[in-house]
């Protein structure tokens, strides 16, 4: 079983920048695509963000490529997901999911998901 751990979430203006990060308890972390997902009160998860397992390759959401950068240290079982730009829209629930299939953007096909970290971004 990975648990998984979010932190970073708050609010911040329009404009403002976070920082969120994800702790796994996977042992190797390594071997995890790891994604960032979304929710927004009322809708469903939305993707967000994708990081290989070497952290070579990354894939983005359109509504967020640009502002948001995914990273994660291998040393430090952790995942990052940096948010610039900030826009009100971006307002959710935000969590992270470890999974063994590559290249997804689907939420049902990771295998672990955090409990989420809020975040609000006020106009």
């Known amino acids: 079983q990975v648990q998984l751990v979010e932190s970073g979430g708050g609010l911040v203006q329009a404009g403002g920048s976070l920082r969120l990060s994800c702790a796994a308890s996977a042992r190797p972390f390594s071997i995890y695509t790891m994604g960032w997902f979304r929710q927004a009160p009322g809708k469903e998860h939305e993707f967000v963000a994708t990081i290989s397992w070497s952290g070579e390759t990354t894939y983005y959401a359109d509504s967020v490529k640009g502002r948001f950068t995914i990273s994660r240290d291998n040393a430090r079982n952790t995942v990052y997901l940096q948010m610039n730009s900030l826009k009100p829209e971006d307002t959710a629930v935000y969590y992270c999911?470890?999974?063994?299939?590559?290249?997804?953007?689907?939420?049902?096909?990771?295998?672990?998901w955090g409990q989420g970290t809020q975040v609000t971004v006020s106009s």
């Open positions: 999911a470890a999974g063994r299939k590559a290249w997804t953007t689907t939420w049902s096909e990771y295998n672990y």
